[in-house]
């Protein structure tokens, strides 16, 4: 029965994701914003519609770990499995202004989430602050875009008559209301695939959770959180091979934004009562989401790229996180021995090498 329930959820998170991330982009496109910026918000917050189709959901039903576990294992699994399955399709190019604003701007909101979560609790005012957060955010990003996307315009103007971006993928501009028309009626049906989704999942997590004797916590950072991070995975795919580049790691980047600012801000802001944050959360996977964080700055810093190796590297730590999961559900003493190494050992020593790496690439460019 729960298989029943997830396996249909899944499909309509996957196809609502994709109606509404085709219909924002045109949307995008009438506003005449940057690929980077789109990456960034339009298809960042798109693809992220299942993780806050679902975490409202669980919020709004009273279960708080399953919302919290989403967005932590999502924002876990769109690095480390994402960018690592995707750097290992094809390396990717990192832009500058990732490395210079958004990337530092994941960080923070990492260490913000668990500040305010490290009491135990979520509540209202939190989840306000948290989504006031998210609305600045993609309101700076627009702005400057368009100013950006106004200056190239005036300093290199389109030659001849010569059709522009816009007309050579819409058509005339005279056809504009048909195109917002057309693509706002996308992005309501694909909300509306959301929601039924969501409502699916969510309960199918919940039967599987109790039918294996999982906490919802561990079902909300494995199963939903890999379920809700599909679409994430199939567009930086798809637009990694199509070249690209900026958008499939700005969607990325751009998720894991909104997930904590936007996502953990409205469950809060619709959960009856303050999201209760387990302290196996704050011992664990708060330090391993705020690591991964950190550790794209020097990554990414490194010839301002992803090579093959790197994202062999985000794989394997995914697969170890996935591991220590699954150990802990069973109670085995072995796996606090195996999650104090990771915590202990092998990422420090994985940072350190990391800051060595970034160092020589400084002083190379210096």
Sequence with gaps: MAFAYLLPGFVLLVLGAEVLVRGAAR????????????????????????????????????????????????NVANVLLILGATALVTPLVVSRQLIRLDVP???????????????GALGRAEGALLFASVVAYTG???????????????????????????????????????????SGGLVLLGLALLVGGS?????????????????ELVIGLTVVA???????????????????????????VGSNIFNLLCVLGLGALASPAPIGVAASAL??????????????????????????????????????????????????????????????YVVPLTAITLAVIAARAWRRQT
């Excluded at 701007?105 to 668990?114: G, H, I, R």
């Excluded at 315009?153 to 030659?159: G, I, L």
């Excluded at 050579?168 to 005279?174: I, K, L, V, Y």
Aim: proline letters at 5%; glycine letters at 14%.
């Design 226 to 252: 890999v379920g809700t991070s599909l679409p994430e995975l199939a567009t930086s795919l798809l637009a990694a091979s199509r070249g690209e580049r900026d958008i499939a790691v700005g969607n990325v």
């Design 27 to 74: 949307l995008a496109a009438l506003l005449g914003i940057t690929p980077l910026v789109i990456g960034l918000t339009v298809v960042a917050f798109g693809t992220s519609a299942p993780e806050t189709a679902v975490s409202i959901q669980a919020a709004f039903t009273g279960k708080g770990d399953l919302a919290l576990g989403n967005v932590l294992g999502s």
């Design 199 to 215: 409502q699916l999942l969510v309960e199918g997590a919940v039967m599987l959770a109790r039918a294996l004797g999982l906490s």
């Design 105 to 119: 701007l994941m960080v923070v909101a990492s260490l913000l989430v668990y500040g305010l979560a490290w009491d």
């Design 140 to 182: 700076f990003q627009v702005v400057t875009s368009r100013r950006q996307g106004a200056a190239a315009a005036a300093a290199a103007p389109t030659p001849g008559g010569a059709p522009d971006e816009f007309e050579r993928e819409f058509g005339p501009r005279g056809g504009g209301g048909r195109v917002a028309l057309t």
């Design 283 to 344: 011992a664990f996977d708060f330090p391993v989401m705020c690591a991964v964080a950190l550790a794209c700055l020097p990554i990414f810093f490194t010839g301002y790229g992803i090579d093959r190796w790197e994202g062999a590297l985000f794989l394997g730590y995914y697969a170890a996180y996935t591991t220590y999961l699954v150990l802990a559900s069973t109670g085995k003493p072995f796996a606090q021995v195996f999650g104090h190494a990771m915590l202990g």
